[in-house]
């Protein structure tokens, strides 16, 4: 530190901020106009960066257009028409040894799955196709309680018919009401000088409510409105994934108290027919 010399007062302010005699801007305010200079230039700075780094017009035009088709493809009401189109090939005609006949569906190479009351007593049937030859399968298995059954054919021996693949089981539950469903099947249908059938007929309607049986008897059945007729049963009943989420069993008759029923009918539970098909040991 340099000694004060005799005479000499110290005043720590003009020592350490002498005041310019030629300005009248002090020390302090040319670091305030420095400090604003520099917040103005990295807000511009930051606008800028803003502008190159966020959406171009063009991009946010595009993503509102995508927003605004998201939102109509979630109201509008599903087309049940591409569904039938993607799966009739694999709904089937099946005729049963006492000249009966019902709806079944490819569940997977080689097995067609059906109701039980179809088939019941029958150990051979014959399938036929919308527009392929009839062929032959065996009843490999019967569900009574649930009214499933598995039919097997050899697919070595069989032609199916373009487009048959095997249908998917989708489920069902309480969130699903009043949501759309499609139920096919052969109910009026007769066999054509060809032995073919056609393709099968397209009921729709929606899940009215999921009814359960109990155990010993049908077990958990889809309540619907789709209207379905002697014939139909067997055949696949569909959500609008195309998804298989029950399979047509009956038309409500009666109330308990006797009343007539008009326009309730049942489908088996896709659960209900995944336990049948492990019971069976088919999967």
Known sequence: MKPFRDGEISDPAKSQNPVNPESDISPQRNCHAALVIRTWALAVALILLAGACGPTEAELDARIEQAVADAVAETTTPDLSSVYQQVWPAVFYIEPEDGQHGTGWLLEPGVIATAAHVVSGSEQVTVRQAAAPAFAATVAGVDRRRDVALLRYNVDETTLGAGATPLSLGDADIHDIARDLLALGYSGSGVKGDGQVGSPKANAGILSQITNFGAQRYGRNLEMDAP??????????????GEVVGMVRAAARRTPGGGQVVGTFYAVHADEIRAAVEAMGEK
């Open 228 to 241: 379905i007729d002697p014939g139909d049963s067997g055949g696949p009943v569909l959500n609008t994934a």
